[in-house]
């Protein structure tokens, strides 16, 4: 095998990589604005809205796989902000959302994972709907 052969691969776009890469951008220029719209203050019907969210994250998307062990309760913490935004503002959006940070922050491919991140946003959408948080 030639020398140059054995370096091949470092000409080779990796194209997933960048998908990925321009998915989360996007993700986070959304939840920024959403965050602007939001502001700093929570009704009760939204603080119980982030508590659900929190809970349901935990207890059934899960797509690390550590709900079983209490010292990793905190795994989830830094996305419960952007899930909630999103389903306060794109509630259409928050199933992609969900597999998005499934498959690009967690690079997890299970083989339910776009069924799971669904039936997760369907969940939230519902609970969100009831308080009158979002309109489906």
Same mark, same amino acid.
């Given at each position: 095998?030639?020398?140059?052969?054995?370096?091949?691969?470092?000409?080779?776009?990796?194209?997933?990589?960048?998908?990925?890469?321009?998915?989360?951008?996007?993700? /986070?220029?959304?939840?920024?604005?959403? /965050?602007?719209?939001? %502001?700093?203050?929570?009704?009760?019907?939204?603080?119980?809205?982030?508590?659900?969210?929190?809970?349901?994250?935990?207890?059934?998307?899960?797509?690390?796989?550590?709900?079983?062990?209490?010292?990793?309760?905190?795994?989830?913490?830094?996305?419960?902000?952007?899930?909630?935004?999103?389903?306060?503002?794109?509630?259409?959006?928050? /199933? %992609?959302?969900?597999?998005?940070?499934?498959?690009?922050?967690?690079?997890?491919?299970?083989?339910?994972?776009?069924?799971?991140? %669904?039936?997760?946003?369907?969940?939230?959408?519902?609970?969100? /709907?009831?308080? %009158?948080?979002?309109?489906?």
């Amino acid at each position: 095998m030639a020398a140059q052969d054995r370096f091949d691969y470092l000409d080779k776009p990796n194209f997933e990589y960048d998908c990925n890469i321009s998915m989360i951008e996007l993700l /986070s220029r959304l939840e920024k604005q959403f /965050s602007e719209q939001q %502001g700093d203050v929570l009704s009760e019907k939204e603080k119980q809205l982030q508590d659900y969210i929190s809970e349901l994250i935990w207890t059934e998307w899960d797509p690390v796989g550590v709900n079983d062990i209490e010292e990793c309760r905190d795994e989830y913490y830094n996305y419960e902000s952007g899930i909630y935004l999103f389903s306060k503002y794109a509630p259409l959006e928050l /199933s %992609g959302y969900l597999y998005i940070l499934h498959i690009s922050y967690f690079d997890s491919l299970l083989d339910n994972n776009k069924e799971r991140c %669904g039936i997760i946003a369907r969940k939230i959408n519902r609970y969100s /709907s009831d308080l %009158g948080i979002n309109a489906n």
